[in-house]
């Protein structure tokens, strides 16, 4: 199991744009919707990566926390669909509901949003403040496939934390580690070449 990191841009980067099919609801979702209010989690994930099902339960668990402390979340999937077909939008459909996620499950086809937030792996989190600056990047705990730590969310959570206390983010932010995404042939972004 290959592990790619995070890219870990600076902090305060702006949110980017996007306007993306929630495979839950079968409406749209844009950066719009969820920026602003106290806070957004966007989250990278998929369906067949190990290191996404590893935290499966503690992601959908971490989402509920999330709407309890007024902080949005929306998860995202931008895999080539023809070389990893576990990751289709019917799937991931399936996938939101088994795995009890709360949040919008938006499908990236184009893969442009993923290289907008200049996105590596799967998990990959980017938490932005209530003006859409970044305020955390990284992982979601020090939990890896095989490890034998617990899931926790440790990370994220303190920093959702500090965002809600009004705080200065957290120094000690820690790359994420997971499968690369699934760029189309010809479709991958300079940082994951």
């Not at 799967?122 to 992982?139: I, M, N, S, V």
Request: proline letters at 8%; glycine letters at 10%.
């Amino acid at each position: 199991m290959a592990a790619t990191p995070s890219t870990m841009i600076p902090l305060g980067t702006p949110m980017p744009s996007f306007s993306l099919p929630d495979t839950v609801s079968g409406g749209m979702v844009t950066a719009a919707d969820v920026r602003g209010g106290r806070g957004v989690v966007v989250a990278f994930i998929c369906n067949h990566c190990p290191f996404v099902k590893h935290l499966r339960e503690g992601l959908a668990e971490f989402g509920r926390w999330c709407d309890e402390k007024g902080v949005k979340m929306v998860a995202i999937s931008s895999n080539n669909i023809e070389t990893h077909p576990d990751d289709s939008p019917e799937k991931m459909k399936a996938e939101a509901k088994q795995a009890g996620y709360t949040f919008p499950y938006l499908y990236d086809e184009s893969q442009e949003v993923a290289k907008s937030f200049s996105a590596a792996c799967t998990p990959d989190f980017f938490l932005f403040d209530g003006k859409g600056k970044l305020y955390y990047r990284g992982q979601f705990d020090e939990s890896r496939p095989n490890n034998g730590m617990p899931v926790t969310g440790a990370d994220l959570r303190a920093a959702v934390e500090a965002l809600v206390a009004g705080t200065a983010a957290p120094e000690d932010q820690k790359p994420s580690i997971g499968c690369n995404i699934k760029w189309k042939s010809g479709n991958e972004p300079e940082y994951a070449r």
